[in-house]
């Protein structure tokens, strides 16, 4: 089982940058494609960006496609989620998701964490 704990969310400006970190607990993180995925009030939750297990394969929807990077530190335990050039309509609940399987997929994700909170105001 994975544990996993999001933080980095905030309230930013459009066109500033924060940074998403996803620490998960246990010794088999390596083992766990991981993704990001949001939800903004109102709205489905919706794929932001997934990562292979050894960070060699990434993906990105298009909506934040070279605005936002994702990188993992297997020997951290931890993925990120660089977001720059914030809009407005990123503002949403941010959470990350682990599995066996790199997909885009929420419902093919097993673990979740609880989500962080990221605003961008105009």
């Known amino acids: 089982q994975v544990q996993l704990v999001e933080s980095g969310g905030g309230l930013v400006q459009a066109g500033g940058s924060l940074r998403l970190s996803c620490a998960a607990s246990g010794r088999t993180f390596s083992s766990y494609a991981m993704g990001w995925f949001r939800r903004a009030p109102g709205k489905e939750r919706e794929f932001v960006s997934a990562?292979?297990?050894?960070?060699?394969?990434?993906y990105y929807a298009d909506s934040v496609k070279g605005r936002f990077t994702i990188s993992r530190d297997n020997a951290k335990n931890t993925v990120y989620l660089q977001m720059n050039s914030l809009k407005p309509e990123d503002t949403a609940g941010y959470f990350c998701a682990a599995d066996r399987i790199l997909t885009t997929i929420p419902t093919a994700y097993h673990y979740w964490g609880q989500g962080t909170q990221v605003t961008i105001s105009t």
């Open positions: 990562i292979s297990r050894s960070g060699g394969s990434t």
